[in-house]
C-alpha cells in the first residue's frame, strides 16, 4: 500500500472516533442555548470570524510543552522500564509507580509552580510526572509478555545478553513502544491543559482557564476542539510510522 | 567415561516442589548413537532435554555433556515471528558471527528441497503450516552440521511421508551425529535411531537400551496402541 494512502487509512480510523464525539455534541448542543453548549458548526462560525490574537503563538507553546513533558515520560518510562526488566527490579519499580500514579495532578502542579515559578517547567514537569508511571507500568507488562520460547532457543545456540536484548527484548517493544506514545500523547495532551491552567501565562491551556472564566463557551469548545485535532493527527502520524516500518514486529506468533 | 561419551547422566533427578519429574536417570550417550527416549506426555522428556541443553538445573545428580553446542529441537518450531524463513534459518550464523558459505549455501539449498520449502523461503512464519514451520526449524539445526542434536519430539506436525525423506536425508548426511529423540510416536523409533529407553511416569522402565526394532514390535504387539496418524499440513 502507497504511504500516502496508509496515511489518509489511519486518519479516516482515527476521524471516526472524532466523528462520533462531534455527533454527540451536536445532538446535545441543541438541548442547550449556544452560551452553555455551542454547536460545533456555531463554534467554527464564530471563531473564524473572530480568531484569538496570537492563538498560532498560544499553540505552538502548548505543543512544545506537550512534546518535551512526553519525550521526558517517554524516554524514562520506557528505558526505565527496559532497565528495571534487566536488572530483575521490576516489582519494586512497579510498586513506585504506581505510588506515582495516585499522587494528584493538582497538588503536583501547585508544588512544580512553587518550585519554578510561571512558565513552562510547570506544565512540562507535570506532564513528564504524571505520563511516566503509565509508560513505565506498560513498558514493564510488555516486556514481560515477550516470547519466553524464542528466548529459550537463544540461549540454546549460546546468544550473548546483548543478542537477546536485540533479538527478544526490543521486538517485544515494538506494540509496548506503539501502545505507549498512543497512550502517552493523550495523557500528555490532558495534563499539559492542567499545567497551563495552573502555572503559565500562554498556551491553549491559559487561553482555555481564559475563555472558562468569562464563560466564552465558543472559546472553550474551539480549544478542545484544536486538542482533539492534535492528538488525531498525532495518532495518525504514529500509525504510518508504524505501519510502514515496523509492521513485521506486529504478525502473529506462530508456535 | 570414554572419550566416546558425549552424555553422561548419574542419578539425575529433577523436582518441581514437590512433584518429582525426573528420578535417579542415569545413562549414556556415545558419539555417533541414535537413542530415542520413549515416554507418555508429562513423564519429563520436555524436561529431561531442557537439563541436556542447559536450559535449566537439575535438582541432583551429576550430568556430563561433552560438546559445546548441542542443537536442540523443541517441541515448537519456536521461529522469529519477524523474520522470514530465511531470515531464521541463517540466524545461528548472524549470532555466531560465521560466515555462510559456499558450502552451506549448497547445502541449504538441498536441505529447502528435500523439505520442500523453497517458494516458502520468503515467507513470514504466520503465513507457514505447522509442519512446514518445523521444518524450517530442522533445517537451522542441521545445517550448521552438529555433533550431537536433543530433539523433543521433532516430527510431531510433520507428515508421514515428508517425515521419512527427512530423516532418511538426515540418516544419509549426518552418520556421525549423535541424537537424543525424546517421543511418544512410536513409528518414529526405528526410523531414526537405533535403540531406546523406556519411561513411564519419572521412572526408567528399561534399565538398559532396548534394540529399537525390537521395541517397537514387542510393544506394538503388547500393548497394541492406535497406530500414530500426524495430519500433514
Redesign the interface.
Same mark, same amino acid.
Request: hydrophobic letters at 35%; a positive charge; glycine letters at 6%.
Given at each position: 500500500m502507497k504511504t500516502s494512502r496508509i496515511f489518509i487509512s489511519a486518519l479516516l480510523t482515527e476521524a471516526v472516533g472524532i466523528l462520533v464525539i462531534l455527533v454527540i455534541w451536536g445532538g446535545v448542543s441543541t438541548f442547550y442555548p449556544p452560551y452553555i453548549i455551542p454547536s460545533p458548526v456555531e463554534t467554527l462560525k464564530g471563531i473564524s470570524s473572530e480568531l484569538p490574537v496570537g492563538l498560532s503563538g498560544h499553540l505552538a507553546v502548548t505543543l512544545y510543552r506537550i512534546l518535551t513533558g512526553f519525550l521526558i515520560a517517554f524516554l524514562l518510562g520506557t528505558f526505565g522500564g527496559i532497565l528495571s526488566m534487566l536488572a530483575r527490579a521490576d516489582k519494586p519499580v512497579n510498586s513506585l509507580m504506581v505510588a506515582l500514579q495516585v499522587v494528584p495532578g493538582t497538588i503536583l502542579g501547585v508544588i512544580f509552580l512553587l518550585m519554578f515559578g510561571i512558565g513552562s517547567a510547570t506544565p512540562i514537569l507535570l506532564v513528564a510526572f504524571l505520563t511516566l508511571p503509565t509508560l513505565a507500568i506498560n513498558t514493564t507488562n510488555g516486556i514481560s509478555k515477550r516470547?519466553t520460547?524464542?528466548e529459550? %532457543?537463544?540461549?540454546?545456540?549460546?546468544?550473548s545478553k546483548w543478542?537477546i536484548i536485540r533479538?527478544s527484548y526490543l521486538?517485544a517493544l515494538v506494540p509496548v513502544i506503539q501502545s505507549n506514545l498512543s497512550l502517552g500523547i493523550s495523557m500528555a495532551v490532558k495534563v499539559v491543559v492542567l499545567g497551563e491552567f495552573i502555572g503559565s501565562q500562554d498556551g491553549l491551556g491559559y487561553l482555555l482557564n481564559r475563555a472558562r472564566i468569562i464563560f466564552n463557551m465558543q472559546e472553550v469548545f474551539f480549544y478542545l476542539l484544536l486538542l482533539m485535532a492534535f492528538s488525531l493527527a498525532f495518532q495518525a502520524i504514529q500509525s504510518l510510522v508504524f505501519t510502514v516500518s515496523l509492521k513485521?514486529?506486529a %504478525?502473529?506468533?506462530?508456535? | 567415561m570414554t572419550p566416546d561419551t558425549i552424555i553422561k547422566t548419574f542419578e539425575l533427578s529433577k523436582t518441581y516442589q514437590s512433584h518429582e519429574v525426573i528420578h535417579n536417570l542415569s545413562f549414556e550417550l556415545k558419539r555417533g548413537e541414535r537413542i530415542a527416549f520413549f515416554a507418555p506426555s508429562g513423564a519429563g522428556k520436555t524436561t529431561l532435554i531442557?537439563i541436556l541443553?542447559?536450559?535449566e538445573p537439575a535438582t541432583s545428580g551429576s550430568l556430563l555433556v561433552n560438546e559445546t553446542?548441542?542443537?536442540?529441537f523443541?517441541q515448537?518450531?519456536?521461529?522469529?515471528?519477524?523474520m522470514t524463513v530465511e531470515e531464521n534459518i541463517k540466524?545461528?550464523w548472524r549470532?555466531?558471527k560465521d560466515s555462510w558459505t559456499i558450502q552451506t549455501q549448497l547445502h541449504y539449498q538441498e536441505w529447502l528441497r528435500v523439505c520442500e520449502l523453497n517458494a516458502w523461503k520468503n515467507h513470514?512464519?504466520?503465513q507457514?503450516s505447522?509442519g512446514m514451520?518445523q521444518k524450517a526449524a530442522l533445517i537451522r539445526g542441521f545445517l550448521g552440521n552438529p555433533a550431537l542434536v536433543l530433539m523433543d519430539e521433532p516430527f510431531q506436525s510433520i507428515g508421514q511421508a515428508a517425515k521419512t525423506t527427512i530423516i532418511e536425508f538426515i540418516k544419509r548426511h549426518y552418520p556421525n551425529l549423535a541424537i537424543l529423540m525424546a517421543t511418544h510416536s512410536l513409528e518414529e523409533i526405528p526410523l531414526l535411531t537405533d535403540s531406546v529407553y523406556y519411561f513411564v511416569s519419572n521412572q526408567l522402565v528399561t534399565p538398559s537400551k532396548l534394540n529399537s526394532f525390537d521395541f517397537q514390535s514387542l510393544f506394538s504387539g503388547l500393548l497394541n496402541p492406535a497406530p500414530v496418524f500426524v495430519p500433514s499440513h
Open positions: 516470547n520460547g524464542t529459550n %532457543y537463544l540461549h540454546s545456540i549460546k546468544a543478542q533479538y521486538p513485521k514486529f %504478525y502473529p506468533e506462530a508456535r | 531442557h541443553a542447559g536450559l553446542a548441542p542443537v536442540v523443541f515448537e518450531p519456536r521461529l522469529f515471528p519477524y540466524l545461528p549470532i555466531k513470514y512464519p504466520y507457514l505447522g514451520r
